[in-house]
């Protein structure tokens, strides 16, 4: 009953279309019927009666349990009648033996398969389905080994039948002298005598029967010689039939005009073109040749293409440039390529009148150039470490006269590290300057210039970016850093200082008062002078973390380097800082809203009462 409906593919509103073509465009080789299902489905009816093919139905939850409720409900609300008279009560009904009643005068039961046959079933028990499958599977396979084992136990038996007949017939055809084994022997004891007597050596029979195998061999080879030079005959008859079909094919087609004749010249050009990819060439791989040849054609006119159109633009290009430089030259010219007649007669005229000589005296003089100044710009800058090493010396010196600690002292290290954008820009010089102008061609040379011309472009830029790139390139103070090394009096390195990230706030500050003053000493004074030119120096918060012993070893460095100090400090340093100065204001503003100002001056006792 519910057969045809549970079997119809159920198709969403949004792909029917997308199915329909699928399936007017596929062969399925069976039997689809589907339906369209709208995203509205129509709630389901009531149930006519208790007895409804309905009730019987469970549906199970999913995208079209809606629908499938209201259709079953719409079409299949048929009785379900325990006897065959009941049928007269309903419309329409069925009775548990799949007699189906459809209309008041239409009956139907299809008995093709039986109706408890679980296997054809589409509704229902899916496990009870497969386990009838299963079970009717295993029937099956046992009936065909059982049938199996007949037929193999019948062929057995007549193979046995087939030999026994076979022998049976043999023994009855058998003569009693092909068994006599006594009167055979004998016949082939008198044989092996006669051969024996034929085929000694002095005998003619043994010399014949060499020619005989020697003539035999010769025979057997000029026949297979023979059997090959026929198959070559035929297929050679074979190939020059068709290729006089082909040439008479092509005679007709260059009569007829179909067909363009070539010259000997384009013949010799296809024949080295042909030949260059296959030395030799037949008629079933001239094809094959063929298109490889039409292929290098085609590549080899893109090629020319391409190098035509990149020419043109470059005479385009050429030509702007020069209109654009020269508007006055080009005034009766157009700036297009159309007139590039023009342009070279104009190219000829400055030529005729010398020009490449002034562009050969320029090219001389920047190379002459170029070689000098810009090496001796490299050279300044290679051997600016050097000089920074000289100036640090006497730097040295002067923190060779202070401890830095007991029994230890402060040495400065210089260590060239340039940056990467310093590194390519000495690379440039090097390039602009050590290269063999004498031999560079045009190209190369104007390669040169355009990059010393980006160089001093840069040089003299106003760009932000310009001008920080100058002071990488040209600062060589940036191209160095200063390492600080604790020695001992044997020049034996204790300590190597990069930083005071690992120190602590006192000797952090050790450390940058050292520094400073090598820094001062190398920025005021020159090398050879005892003291800086300028000695005066304040300190804002001296000192303020280094403990008494530390701070006097730093006011020992300034004292020594000969350094006004003029310090701002908190009061506990007044003890300790008082050996170092000769006088000190106090500054107080206890009320956050005045500060009052205390002079005091003091001198040497003993020199008091020297002058005394």
Known sequence: MLRPFALTLLVRSDILATVRRWVDEHHLGTRLVYEEVERNSPPPRPASSPISLVHRVSIADGA??????????????????????????????????????????????????????????????????????????????????????????????????????????AIREQRWADIDRDTAASAVADLRHQLVVLTRGDGDLQQ???????????RDRLRGRAKDAGIVLSETRHRLRDLDEVVAGLDAEIASGALAEVDEETTSALDTRYRAVQRSIARSTIAEVGQQVQDRLHRERDRALTTAIEAGNLCQRLITEFVDHWPAASADLSASIADRRGFLEMLNEIVAHGLPEYEARFLQLFRERSSSLIGELRNEILGAPREIEDRVRPVNASLRRSPFDADRYLRLRVKTRRTDT???????????????????????????????????????????????????????????????????????????????????????????????????????????????????????????????????????????????????????????????????????????????????????????????
């Open 64 to 169: 079209f349990a809606e629908w499938v409720s209201g259709a079953l409900s719409e079409r299949y609300d048929v009785a379900c009648v325990d006897a065959v008279d009941d049928l007269d009560d309903h419309a329409r009904a069925v009775t548990i033996n799949g007699q189906i009643k459809s209309s008041r005068t239409r009956y139907e039961k299809n008995d093709r398969i039986a109706i408890a046959e679980r296997s054809h079933w589409v509704l229902g028990d899916r496990d009870a389905k497969l386990e009838a499958l299963v079970e009717r599977r295993q029937a099956a396979q046992r009936e065909w080994d059982a049938a199996n084992d007949v037929v193999r136990s019948a062929m057995v038996r007549q193979r046995a039948a087939s030999e026994r007949v076979g022998a049976l017939r």
């Open 208 to 218: 014949a029967i060499d020619a005989s195998e020697a003539a035999r061999a010769v």
């Open 422 to 612: 310093v590194n390519r820009f000495m690379n440039d010089l090097k390039s602009i300057s050590e290269g063999s102008w004498g031999d560079d061609d045009a190209a190369s040379a104007e390669a040169r210039f355009a990059l010393l011309a980006d160089l001093m472009r840069r040089f003299s830029s106003s760009d932000h970016v310009d001008r920080v790139w100058t002071s990488q390139c040209l600062d060589t103070r940036l191209h160095v850093r200063f390492r600080a090394e604790e020695i001992d009096d044997h020049d034996r390195v204790h300590a190597t200082y990069d930083s005071g990230a690992a120190m602590s706030g006192g000797q952090q500050q050790k450390l940058v008062v050292f520094c400073l003053a090598a820094a001062l000493r190398y920025r005021l004074a020159d090398p050879d002078d005892e003291y800086s030119r300028y000695g005066t120096i304040v300190l804002d918060e001296a000192f303020d973390k280094a403990d008494t012993r530390y701070t006097r070893m730093a006011l020992d460095v300034f004292v020594a380097f000969g350094f006004q100090l003029v310090l701002a400090t908190p009061q506990k340093l007044l003890q300790t800082i008082e050996p170092y100065v000769g006088a000190a204001t106090s500054i107080d503003n206890p009320t956050r809203r005045r500060s009052t100002v205390a002079d005091v001056t003091w001198t040497d006792r003993a020199t008091d009462e020297d002058n005394t």
